[in-house]
């Protein structure tokens, strides 16, 4: 699996092109695309050669727009997609070969019609990031108090993306989070063995932890804490049964509150450090 290092998950101000160097000395393979690289050719072209002579890759592409949120009409839809176009020109010139979008717990539509509507927009989205070699993966999401923002509840669980990614002609893989996971219904080991059947469609795994003392039901989305915190989930134990496998997934940090506010504050090199030191908990 691939140790990267992803300046949104962590809320760092820092362009990909600072953060190459100090994840390289700190053991880093992989930093995800800043949007700044996306923009403007002549920074691309510099990170591209600062990775190269670092020996270190890019991780998670950046999509252009919440792809399944009920509020994303069609012309917008049509829209993200000729800027992903656009973006996986870039992400394919630089050797980024992932991207994720998380898929929401509700929406405006009954469930049947919302599902062959997502089964509809993965599709497209899924062809053209394979036409540039990009992996894509679908990431549920499991807190309950997300599927009451929309009148009708919709896939909350690993066995709902996978049968969305299935219906849209299976150019779709996996994104795991396990917080979501934790949240959807408490950490189901049936969803680790599905995981590990399915090693091959794994794209990348969020790792943080969940505040002590709440009922997984009761967990609130932005409130996270680093992987290994408070040990209410098990990420080394998922994370080392997914090594296991032989995957090359992308793996990261991902903490929410308070985590992100604390990591805005640090230098590039302090936010390479601190993640290397919150990570090497977890590989154990």
Known sequence: MIRTLDASMLNLPWSALDLIPEAA???FQAVSLTPDLLEDPLRAKK????ARACGIGFGLLPMPADFYHWELDDAEFEKALEE???RA???EKLGAKTAYNHVWP????????NFLWHAGRIRKV???LRDYGVRYGLEFLGPHELRTLAPHAFVHSLDGVLSLADAAGGTAGIAF????????AGGEEKDLLTVEEKIDRLVCVHLNDAPAGIPYDRQKDMQRRFPMETGVIDSRAILNRFRKKGTDALYMIEPFEPGRTIFRSLSPAEAAARAEEILLRVEG
């Open 89 to 91: 020109a870039v992400a």
């Open 47 to 50: 990170a591209g050669e600062a």
């Open 84 to 86: 992903l176009k656009r």
């Open 126 to 128: 899924g062809e053209i």
């Open 177 to 184: 989070d396990v917080y979501h996971w934790y949240t959807s």
């Open 25 to 27: 000395s700190r053991g």
């Open 106 to 113: 509700a929406g405006t539509r009954e469930f049947d019609e």
